[in-house]
């Protein structure tokens, strides 16, 4: 629960922090994916680290949240940081086109979509300062 409860607050703090310097509201981004750190990677690392921390790194749960973990962070990094650059450069293309192209109508595709390496790692260090903290805690 208290996964959740971070990753919920990160988003509101991205969302207020967005909002502040943009003089503007964005409710999108409360849902939104991309930007520093990585919500995703601090979830699955704080459940991996949690589960370690309770129930041992010998047991099948560890392996499967860790697996999880692997996964989700190469899809952060590779996959999805991948496509937002396509649709950054698909976006381009479209702007370069006749405003008489049928194309040229075309809502612009959301191009914030993965992470950088750098965000993903900030994530996963602070998904294992939330588990350690809530070891701690309890």
């Excluded at 964005?26 to 750190?37: I, V």
């Excluded at 680290?49 to 860790?66: H, N, R, W, Y």
């Excluded at 049928?102 to 939330?130: E, F, K, M, W």
Aim: net charge positive; glycine share 8%.
């Amino acid at each position: 629960m208290w996964i959740v409860c971070r990753n919920f607050a990160h988003h509101c703090s991205l969302f207020f922090e967005k909002s502040y310097k943009e003089k503007r509201w964005d409710t999108r981004r409360m849902l939104g994916s991309g930007g520093m750190p990585s919500s995703q990677s601090a979830t699955v690392t704080a459940l991996a680290v949690a589960i370690g921390l309770q129930e041992g790194i010998g047991g099948s749960a560890f392996t499967v949240a860790l697996v999880l973990a692997c996964v989700v962070m190469y899809d952060a990094t590779e996959v999805r940081l991948h496509a937002g650059r396509q649709a950054e450069l698909l976006n381009q293309i479209v702007c370069d086109l006749p405003p008489g192209h049928p194309v040229s109508i075309v809502r612009p595709l959301r191009d914030s979509l993965g992470h950088t390496p750098l965000q993903v790692l900030a994530g996963s260090i602070l998904g294992c300062i939330v588990a350690l903290l809530m070891k701690t805690s309890s």
